[in-house]
């Protein structure tokens, strides 16, 4: 009996160890290991604000809303991007009513253009999917598209915030 006991002790332990490993038990290799996403993550004062992805500088926003966008963004937004997000409160992803008061609309479009890469290489991606669970996936939304969605946050926040 006890050496059936200490058996099936040894055998747990086993099982355990690579747990162990991965939790950061042998740094001098994790160290190795992260060393070229330490540059990876190396971000630009732009795209720690704006995010990483294709838009890679500041777009011209008018304070009027393009009306014509507005509707091509909400007509994009039905399809694409409700099934996972509410205005108000989370769902499979964060509430996104209030997103243009939260974040800068390159920012939003990087997310919208490049999602895994914005999950894997920046801080707010990163936090959001330790948050959330889910990598949002490409939607396979044109740069005019995430523009256009833009564009139908930015109406939809101002009609109701
Ligand atoms: C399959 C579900 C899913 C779909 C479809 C989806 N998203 Fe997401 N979205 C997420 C999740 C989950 C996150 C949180 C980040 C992560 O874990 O990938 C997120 C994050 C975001 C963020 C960042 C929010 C913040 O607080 O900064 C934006 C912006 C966004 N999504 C916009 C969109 C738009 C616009 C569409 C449609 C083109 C869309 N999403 C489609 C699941 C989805």
Redesign the pocket.
Known sequence: MNTLKSLLITLSLLLLMPIFYACGGDESSERQRSEPQAEETALSEFELEHGIGPVTERIEISDDLDLAKVEKGRN??EM??????NYQGRM?????GN?MD??SPE??MN??LN??G??RDHP??QE??R???????F?N?QKD??RA?VEY?RYYYEENY
């Not at 499979?92 to 996104?96: A, I, K, R, T």
């Not at 948050?131 to 996936?137: C, D, I, N």
């Open positions: 994009i937004y694409k991007c409700e099934m996972c997000h499979v992803g964060p509430e996104l997103i939260r974040r920012f939003v997310f919208i999602p895994s914005m999950v707010v991606g959001l999917l948050e959330y669970m889910t990598v949002m996936p939607q939304v598209e995430a969605i946050l």
